[in-house]
């Protein structure tokens, strides 16, 4: 367990990303929540199908009736306007059958839709969550994102929220960086910071929603790369069976220091594949 930045609350190192499971069948979707949560893992991280998530929300609903009071809960508007974002939030809360999320994350900074000059606007996203959490409807603010990592230090200047979640790889270090450029910055302000795509996410080619970019040999040291940066309160992963769920927890469960002497070892290797990858999650600028 870490302290989640200034909010008062601790998380498990590890988090649940939803979406690979959210696209599988019901039976088998919710027979694999249920482990990860009798497993300990109660920072459940999803987001609206149209996000990718599949229904994962409307699965988790049906878990939630019993468990609720257990887990720490974020889910993500990904609209610019704020009367659709809080709109998408209220069906979010209505596929999951709970009237408060934790944590709400305004999605992808990085999108083309989500300009700086609209978001941060009187009719924007973040001023729409704003009132979400007066009204009672979260209890957290965050900003989410891969991609253009000026957007994030910007919304350290412009708003006023608690959680940061980026990508953060022993590869994507060397395309976006924002461990290095953007993290420090939202560390001092008391902003928790959440590491995604630590293993790179999954193959565009892959057939299930199953699997990573990165080699397998490597994820080992990537999650201890990740859990070691400074400041960072967990990661999210998205997990589709017992399998990874198993693996991941021995990970965690015996963990490793990570420091520049094992940065040294991959740095070679990573960079040849930071440059396969290129812009994979978007543009950089």
Same mark, same amino acid.
Not at 46 to 52: A, E, I
Not at 132 to 143: C, M, N, Q, S, Y
């Given at each position: 367990m870490r302290p989640l930045g200034r909010t008062g609350v601790d998380l498990p190192v590890l988090g649940l990303g939803t979406a690979p499971a959210g696209h599988r069948i019901e039976k088998d979707a919710l027979e694999f929540f249920q482990e990860c949560l009798d497993a300990g893992i109660t920072h459940i991280d999803t987001g609206p199908q149209t996000g990718g998530y599949g229904h994962a929300q409307v699965y988790l609903g049906k878990i939630l009736r019993e468990r609720r009071d257990e887990l720490f809960i974020a889910t993500r508007c990904d609209e610019p306007d704020g009367e659709k974002a809080l709109k998408q939030l209220t069906q979010? @809360?209505?596929? @999951?059958? %709970?009237? !408060?999320? =934790? @944590?709400? /994350? #305004?999605? +992808? @900074?990085? #999108? =083309? #839709?989500?300009? *700086?000059?609209? %978001? /941060?606007? *009187? #009719?924007?996203v973040c001023k729409a969550l704003e009132k979400a959490r007066a009204d009672g409807l979260t209890r957290f603010l965050g900003v989410t994102g891969h991609h253009k990592p000026w957007r994030f230090l910007r919304a350290i200047q412009e708003w006023d929220f608690d959680v940061m979640m980026n990508p953060v790889s022993i590869v994507a270090r060397h395309i976006y960086d924002f461990e290095g450029h953007v993290w420090p910055a939202a560390q001092a302000r008391g902003i928790a910071l959440i590491g995604m795509k630590v293993f790179g996410g999954v193959k565009e +080619?892959? !057939?299930s929603p199953k699997g990573a970019l990165l080699d397998d040999e490597l994820k080992q040291q990537a999650l201890r790369y990740a859990l070691g940066l400074p400041g960072v309160t967990g990661v999210v992963i998205g997990m589709y069976d017992g399998e990874e769920l198993r693996q991941l927890l021995e990970w965690v469960r015996n963990p490793l220091s990570f420091g520049p002497e094992d940065l040294k070892e991959i740095e070679l290797r990573t960079r040849t594949l930071a440059g396969e990858w290129q812009e994979v999650y978007g543009p950089v600028i």
């Amino acid at each position: 367990m870490r302290p989640l930045g200034r909010t008062g609350v601790d998380l498990p190192v590890l988090g649940l990303g939803t979406a690979p499971a959210g696209h599988r069948i019901e039976k088998d979707a919710l027979e694999f929540f249920q482990e990860c949560l009798d497993a300990g893992i109660t920072h459940i991280d999803t987001g609206p199908q149209t996000g990718g998530y599949g229904h994962a929300q409307v699965y988790l609903g049906k878990i939630l009736r019993e468990r609720r009071d257990e887990l720490f809960i974020a889910t993500r508007c990904d609209e610019p306007d704020g009367e659709k974002a809080l709109k998408q939030l209220t069906q979010n @809360l209505a596929h @999951l059958g %709970i009237e !408060r999320a =934790d @944590l709400v /994350y #305004a999605q +992808s @900074l990085g #999108a =083309d #839709a989500m300009t *700086p000059e609209k %978001i /941060y606007g *009187p #009719a924007g996203v973040c001023k729409a969550l704003e009132k979400a959490r007066a009204d009672g409807l979260t209890r957290f603010l965050g900003v989410t994102g891969h991609h253009k990592p000026w957007r994030f230090l910007r919304a350290i200047q412009e708003w006023d929220f608690d959680v940061m979640m980026n990508p953060v790889s022993i590869v994507a270090r060397h395309i976006y960086d924002f461990e290095g450029h953007v993290w420090p910055a939202a560390q001092a302000r008391g902003i928790a910071l959440i590491g995604m795509k630590v293993f790179g996410g999954v193959k565009e +080619s892959a !057939r299930s929603p199953k699997g990573a970019l990165l080699d397998d040999e490597l994820k080992q040291q990537a999650l201890r790369y990740a859990l070691g940066l400074p400041g960072v309160t967990g990661v999210v992963i998205g997990m589709y069976d017992g399998e990874e769920l198993r693996q991941l927890l021995e990970w965690v469960r015996n963990p490793l220091s990570f420091g520049p002497e094992d940065l040294k070892e991959i740095e070679l290797r990573t960079r040849t594949l930071a440059g396969e990858w290129q812009e994979v999650y978007g543009p950089v600028i």
